[in-house]
């Protein structure tokens, strides 16, 4: 059974680095649909990597929804995934909703509480901020980018906060 888990999810990788979005879907789905049938533990770095990998396809395919599912999914399996809580920002910011700035918002602090050097994350941390008009809270994350020399970050206090 390991054996067949494995090859759905190398499918799904293939699938998903030759832009087959739809097929990479299909097959990670069925690598976690069968690693779940098995009362297996130590699963969860597999799972963690099918659900970010399924979110990159679900992404690519403007699923974002069902991206933001699965990026949370590999994020409850290990939140030190740094690409992860930028992924799932992304999607965010593509449904522009006020729920859905609140998750970039939650995620990004995360990923800056774990990653506190990465600067990206913290310009997009203020972006989603002023997304919802505080400023404060934007400010606060641009200068945080500031610091960690962002170019951009004074412009955007300037002209923003």
Known sequence: MLQKIQQEFLQGVQALTNRRYEEAIKHLEQSLKLSNSVASTGMNDHEETCYFNLGQARKATNDFDGAISDFQNALSRNPKMESAYLRLAECCFELETYDAIEIAI????????????????????????????????????????????????????????
Do not use: V
Not at 118 to 141: P, Q, R, V, W
């Open 106 to 161: 939650a995620a990004l602090k995360n990923c800056t509480r774990y990653f506190p050097k990465n600067e990206g994350a913290f310009m997009n941390l203020g972006i989603a901020c002023l997304k919802i008009g505080d400023k404060d809270g934007a400010k606060i994350a641009f200068s945080n980018a500031k610091r960690l020399g962002n170019t951009d970050a004074d412009r955007f206090i300037r002209e923003w906060c």
